[in-house]
């Protein structure tokens, strides 16, 4: 199956497959770019037609100044989704990435009739982005956000990526945050879902993150949600499951075994799996 890219309204996306099978749209998460969803786009757009896309300020639409906006960026995905004919779709998210499909599914309520946020019941994860005070509370969580954003806001020079990919002693130092088993991970998958990571809107994100309002934002999500999260993430505990139950209608909750935060990378057959399946409830 062909995958094509393209740019529309200022996003960059990558397609595949046909629609006849139901659409959906991948977000990535802080600091990735659409290049982390390869192989689940791959995997379904075997059967249906799935779309990932740079969220403006990400990837390859990353400037050097670090502009970005939930709302504008929610705003151009919802001007793609139109150009593209999105209906009947299923929204699939990433890490914080949540928030973002959350506004965009709630611009566009006609658009999707699910959305899958993998690994993105950040509840206590967002908190403390927005009061970091709170880390004394749980210093090793605090720890983990601290790195997931420093880790966000720098691009991996291709070098690094290929000895990560060959060296798994410098995996084991530098992926531990992210995965649970650095030595098992498929080392042209990782230099391929790697590529394109890292901005300076990382920095906006944090300095402007106490003004995003995280639960309304979630709140304002009529579709039905599910949760796919690994069992060793270092930023999701089972009291993460249960408090994002209060801001959006969960449905469908799954666990995927020895793995960490980044399961497109860790597991990705079991994942897009998931998603699939997740896409037949309402069917």
Known sequence: MVSTMGTEHGVRYREQGEAVGGTYLMVHGLGGSLEQWSEIVRLLGAGARAIAVDVPGFGRTRTVTGAFSVDESARAIVRLCAEKDVRDGVLVSHSVGCVLAARVAALAPDRFRRLVFVSGALVRASEMAQHPTRALRAPMLGLTVATQFVAGLFPVPRPVLNALARVKPLRRLLLRPFVAAPDSLDGGLLVETLTGTGSPAVLRVLFTAKGIPYDDILRAVTQPVDLITGDRDPLIRDQDRVLVRELVRV?????????????????????????????????
């Open 251 to 283: 449905e469908g909750d799954a666990v995927i075994r020895r793995c960490g935060h980044w399961p497109w990378l860790e597991h990705p057959a079991e994942l897009a799996a998931l998603i699939a399946e997740s896409a037949r409830h309402d069917r």
